[in-house]
């Protein structure tokens, strides 16, 4: 079984500041995925990724498989990025996704 | 199509009476899982589809709970005799086989009182 550690588990920052966001994953994957949570809301799929870096917007994830290591990185970070983020891996075959318990981000104006 | 749908979002029931939710994956998603997620936690695998076969079931997944996909689209999952522990965020996805990220539907927040 995967362990999925996530860290920090909360995270304060002031508007602009640059965020990262880590997860760390026990055994070889085929996939990671990135979510975000928001308060009462669904989930919303940021980044699947296997290899390198993704960029979308002010969102860059990266992955080393060799470290079994992702970080989610937000740049200029803003309040309504305020959101649970949820790293997730997937296995080899047809296996679910086993989740970190999230980072609880919160941006003040 | 804009996605996965879960009905209903939200659901109160008292303990002891069953419950169902639906899920509408991504029409051509031949992959769909069900999760749940209880307050501060990640998310917990329940279930998983492949078209119509149910490949996988996870511990969690006690003699209450039955899921079906009977056509290989939309699926139900089924509560019976709910428990309070069995208040949670009731999580679906769909995938494509062979890659593709997952797609979550909003969920249904299920309270049993």
């Known amino acids: 079984k995967n362990e999925v550690e996530q860290s920090p588990q909360n995270l304060t920052a002031q508007e602009g500041e640059f965020i990262t966001i880590n997860c760390s994953y026990s055994v070889g994957i085929s996939a990671l995925h990135w979510l975000q949570q928001h308060p009462g809301g669904g989930i919303v799929s940021l980044f699947m990724l296997s290899s390198g870096k993704k960029k979308h917007g002010r969102l860059i994830a990266t992955i080393n498989i060799q470290e079994k290591h992702s970080s989610l990185h937000i740049t200029a970070s803003h309040p309504r990025d305020s959101a649970v983020y949820i790293c997730?891996?997937?296995?080899?075959?047809?296996?679910?996704?086993?989740f970190g318990k999230g980072t609880h981000l919160i941006i003040q104006p | 199509d804009t996605g996965v749908s879960q009905d209903p979002r939200h659901k109160i029931t008292k303990r002891g009476q069953n419950v169902t939710f639906r899920c509408d994956p991504i029409s051509e998603h031949n992959r769909l899982y069900w999760y749940r997620q209880t307050l501060g936690q990640g998310p917990e695998f329940l279930t998983y589809f492949q078209n119509e076969a149910q490949l996988e079931k996870s511990r969690l997944l006690s003699d209450r709970f039955s899921a079906e996909r009977p056509k290989g689209s939309f699926s139900t999952l089924e509560i019976q005799r709910t428990e309070q522990g069995d208040s949670a965020m009731y999580l679906c996805?769909?995938?494509?086989?062979?890659?593709?990220?997952?797609?979550f539907g909003q969920g249904t927040r299920l309270t049993v009182v």
């Open positions: 996805a769909s995938s494509l086989v062979g890659g593709g990220g997952a797609f």
């Open positions: 997730a891996v997937q296995g080899g075959g047809a296996d679910g996704l086993t």
